[in-house]
């Protein structure tokens, strides 16, 4: 798997960097061949700031959808994230493959647009890029 790592968020500050948006993924270093798609946060309209101090806001909860990349299906819906706030967490963005594998449009998924950037402006906020490479590197 190929990820641009700039630096680390918690799942909140990812909201906040995705636009107030839900639908973004992440990957947590312990999970393996998981994927989530982030649902919800606790008390949070889409678009709407999240109410609290930041960078925790009370760490409220958090729902996603979970996708195991083995198999390419949703394994878990609407399922809450464990520890939102810790920074175990990495913010990635979908290749148009595998968004596709997914059984989601490269717009739903908020997908790479091409050519993917092999490096980060310095000034950037942290986004990771998962590649079709995963697909063997994850096995």
């Given at each position: 798997?190929?990820?641009?790592?700039?630096?680390?968020?918690?799942?909140?500050?990812?909201?906040?960097?995705?636009?107030?948006?839900?639908?973004?993924?992440?990957?947590?270093?312990?999970?393996?061949?998981?994927?989530?798609?982030?649902?919800?946060?606790?008390?949070?309209?889409?678009?709407?700031?999240?109410?609290?101090?930041?960078?925790y806001y009370g760490n409220p909860k958090v729902w996603a959808d979970?996708?195991?990349?083995?198999?390419?299906?949703?394994?878990?819906?609407?399922?809450?994230?464990?520890?939102?706030?810790?920074?175990?967490?990495?913010?990635?963005?979908?290749?148009?493959?595998?968004?596709?594998?997914?059984?989601?449009?490269?717009?739903?998924?908020?997908?790479?647009?091409?050519?993917?950037?092999?490096?980060?402006?310095?000034?950037?906020?942290?986004?990771?890029?998962?590649?079709?490479?995963?697909?063997?590197?994850?096995?």
């Open positions: 798997m190929t990820l641009l790592h700039v630096r680390d968020m918690n799942v909140y500050q990812m909201y906040r960097h995705n636009d107030l948006r839900y639908g973004f993924w992440i990957v947590r270093d312990s999970w393996g061949n998981t994927l989530a798609r982030i649902t919800e946060i606790e008390g949070v309209s889409e678009g709407s700031k999240i109410k609290g101090r930041y960078p979970f996708y195991d990349l083995r198999t390419l299906q949703l394994v878990n819906q609407r399922c809450e994230v464990s520890c939102p706030g810790t920074y175990a967490y990495q913010m990635v963005r979908l290749s148009r493959e595998l968004a596709l594998a997914l059984g989601f449009t490269p717009e739903e998924a908020g997908c790479l647009q091409e050519p993917v950037p092999s490096v980060a402006a310095p000034d950037e906020q942290p986004i990771h890029y998962l590649l079709p490479s995963c697909f063997t590197e994850w096995s």
